[in-house]
Structures are given as C-alpha cells and as structure tokens.
C-alpha cells in the first residue's frame, strides 16, 4: 500500500491493502443500494428489502473504519471480528440469492407461484425490457453480482487484518523483551573499571552461563582467573 494512504504513527497496516478494500467497499455498497432501491420502486421483492437494510448496514461501518483508519484508531481485532460478522451476513444472503435466480431461467408460463415470470421469488410484480413480450431480471443479476463482490472483499478484509493481527501481537511481545531487558540492565551493577562491561556480559550471561566475548576482551584477567579458579567458577559475577 502506498506510504501516502498510510496514516502517520500507526504503522499496523503498513504493506497491507485494507485501505483499497475499505474504499472498494464503500463503492460496491453504495451500487448495490442504488440497485436495490430501484428494484423496490419496481416491484415489491423481500430479497430486494433485505440487501438494501444490510446494505445500509455496511455503508455506516464502512465509513466509521475510513474515518478510524485516518485517525490511526483502527484496531485490526475489531476489523476481524466485524469483517467476519458481515462476511456471514452477506454469504448467508448470496446463497440465499443463488435460489433466487435458479427460477430466473424457468419458462413465464410455467405457472410457478414463485413470482412473476420468475424474476424473483416473491415479486408481485414483474420486471419489463424493453421489447415487448421480452421479459428480463436485470435488477435482480446485477444486485446477486454486488452480493458476491462484496463476499469476496470481505474475505480479502478478514485476510488482511488477521496478518495485521499478527504483526501486532509479535511487536507488542518484542516490546516487552526490550522492556524486560531494559529494566535488567537498570538493575545490574556495573564491572568496576568497565561500566559497560557489566551490560555485556548480562545478557550473554544470561543465556550462556558464560562472560560475553566483549567482557573478557576488555578483561584479560578473566582468562586467567578461569584458569587458576575452581572449575565450578569460571565465570565472573559482576
């Protein structure tokens, strides 16, 4: 993701394209509620009624996630949690759809009580073309394609903030390492006549149970006294 469309200090999203997906939500959202409201002012359709309530849904949580993006608050738990929320929505609903236009193909004579010419599954009304005795869904296909455009972004979505998840749980564990070690180092005195020793030696110490190389360059008499000590003792506590 371009560094320009990153929001400054809030480096969770970096390398990430959850931007571009929360802008090509808010387009497709607003496509599929235009098409939605158009079907329900041409003919009473439920299916019609439930995409344009959810798709209102979407379009606020899409633009409080923008907004919270550019103020550096957009927590990539919350973004999990709710991309999956709405993700089950919307794949509920295109399933639900794929229903739907299976009658979309059957013969208008048929008699099925299922709608009007099959355009939908309880249309009171049909749907006309332009061509006299011509009979098409439009509306319909064009809301179940927005349906399932926005299954898939809500996929990418769900991808994106679990890796931003898991980069932020590894640099608040790598934070707290510093941390820990940091406050050792506060504590530990230092080798007299080499301040700085005592730091180094700590933390090799710490996991080799020996002086670090740094310490006993700076300290020659630590080779020797290795040497002439008590084998258990070979080591120098500062």
């Given at each position: 993701?371009?560094?320009?469309?990153?929001?400054?200090?809030d480096?969770?999203?970096?390398?990430?394209?959850?931007?571009?997906?929360?802008?090509?939500?808010?387009?497709?959202?607003?496509a599929?509620?235009?098409?939605?409201?158009?079907?329900?002012?041409?003919?009473?359709?439920?299916?019609?009624?439930?995409?344009?309530?959810?798709?209102?849904?979407?379009?606020?949580?899409?633009?409080?996630?923008?907004?919270?993006?550019?103020?550096?608050?957009?927590?990539?738990?919350?973004?999990?949690?709710?991309?999956?929320?709405?993700?089950?929505?919307?794949?509920?609903?295109?399933?639900?759809?794929?229903?739907?236009?299976?009658?979309m193909?059957?013969?208008?004579?048929?008699?099925?009580?299922?709608?009007?010419?099959?355009?939908?599954?309880?249309?009171?009304?049909d749907?006309?073309?332009?061509?006299?005795?011509?009979?098409?869904?439009?509306?319909?296909?064009?809301?179940?394609?927005?349906?399932?455009?926005?299954?898939?972004?809500?996929?990418?979505?769900?991808?994106?903030?679990?890796q931003?998840?898991?980069k932020?749980?590894?640099?608040?564990?790598?934070?707290?390492?510093?941390?820990?070690?940091?406050?050792?180092?506060?504590i530990r005195p230092?080798?007299?006549?080499?301040?700085?020793?005592?730091?180094?030696?700590?933390?090799?110490?710490f996991?080799?149970?020996?002086?670090?190389?740094?310490?006993?360059?700076?300290?020659?008499?630590?080779?020797?006294?290795?040497?002439?000590?008590?084998?258990?003792?070979?080591?120098?506590?500062p």
């Open positions: 993701m371009p560094a320009s469309l990153c929001p400054s200090g480096s969770r999203w970096t390398g990430l394209g959850i931007f571009p997906v929360r802008l090509m939500l808010f387009v497709f959202i607003i599929a509620i235009s098409v939605s409201a158009v079907e329900i002012v041409a003919t009473i359709n439920i299916n019609a009624i439930t995409a344009l309530v959810l798709g209102l849904i979407t379009l606020v949580h899409t633009i409080v996630d923008i907004a919270l993006f550019f103020n550096s608050k957009l927590k990539p738990v919350y973004v999990v949690a709710m991309s999956s929320i709405m993700f089950s929505f919307w794949l509920s609903f295109s399933v639900w759809e794929v229903v739907e236009m299976v009658y193909g059957h013969d208008r004579r048929s008699g099925s009580y299922y709608g009007s010419y099959q355009c939908s599954i309880v249309d009171m009304k749907y006309h073309s332009n061509s006299p005795g011509d009979w098409s869904c439009p509306l319909p296909k064009a809301r179940f394609s927005f349906s399932w455009i926005l299954v898939l972004l809500y996929i990418a979505s769900i991808v994106y903030s679990a931003a998840l898991k932020e749980k590894k640099d608040t564990f790598q934070r707290q390492v510093d941390q820990a070690v940091a406050a050792m180092q506060a230092p080798i007299m006549g080499c301040p700085q020793c005592g730091v180094q030696m700590l933390a090799h110490q996991f080799t149970e020996l002086p670090s190389p740094q310490y006993v360059q700076g300290n020659p008499a630590a080779d020797s006294e290795k040497v002439n000590n008590d084998p258990a003792k070979n080591y120098i506590f």
